[in-house]
């Protein structure tokens, strides 16, 4: 299926899952995760204790849902400290355990920034390359959502 791409609001997506870029130090304190920390209550707690517990480390990719909220999360590393630079390694590490959930949930759509290319610093294109390669035979409805020209929430 194809990857579609969107101008707008990630956030106001009719996607199942948002994926939300993180780092493995328990930090959403800007762009992309500190929204969804302000909008999808006990996040920010659930996504520490898998930072504690090394489960984002190791997986770089954790799904996330409750019933309060609007739409389930993937939690997908890009680096390891909020502080660095964003990793291709990290995130294609991620990539691939997404790939492997969402070939167990074949009806689930998902809603994506452009992870990694914001304050993680990685070429939009290679990120944009990779995300290609790994989804290439996906079967789900998967869109990227690009900021608006007002530089709105992505």
């Given at each position: ?80 400290n909020w502080r660095d630079m964003g990793s291709l390694e990290l995130l294609d590490s991620g990539l691939i355990t997404m790939v ?55």
């Amino acid at each position: 299926m194809p990857i579609y791409h969107e101008t707008g609001d990630l956030f106001t997506t009719k996607a199942h899952y948002i994926v939300v870029p993180v780092n493995n130090a328990a930090i959403m304190g800007r762009g992309v995760a500190l929204e969804a920390r302000k909008r999808y209550i006990g996040l920010q707690a659930v996504y520490t204790l898998g930072c504690h517990m090394g489960t984002q480390a190791r997986n770089s990719a954790t799904f996330y849902n409750d019933l309060r909220w609007t739409h389930g999360i993937i939690c997908l590393t890009t680096k390891n400290n909020w502080r660095d630079m964003g990793s291709l390694e990290l995130l294609d590490s991620g990539l691939i355990t997404m790939v492997a959930w969402l070939k167990q949930h074949p009806h689930t759509a998902i809603a994506l920034p452009r992870v990694g290319a914001g304050l993680a610093g990685l070429a939009w294109t290679d990120v944009l390359n990779l995300i290609n390669y790994r989804l290439r035979d996906s079967t789900n409805t998967i869109t990227i959502y690009h900021q608006n020209e007002t530089g709105g929430t992505p």
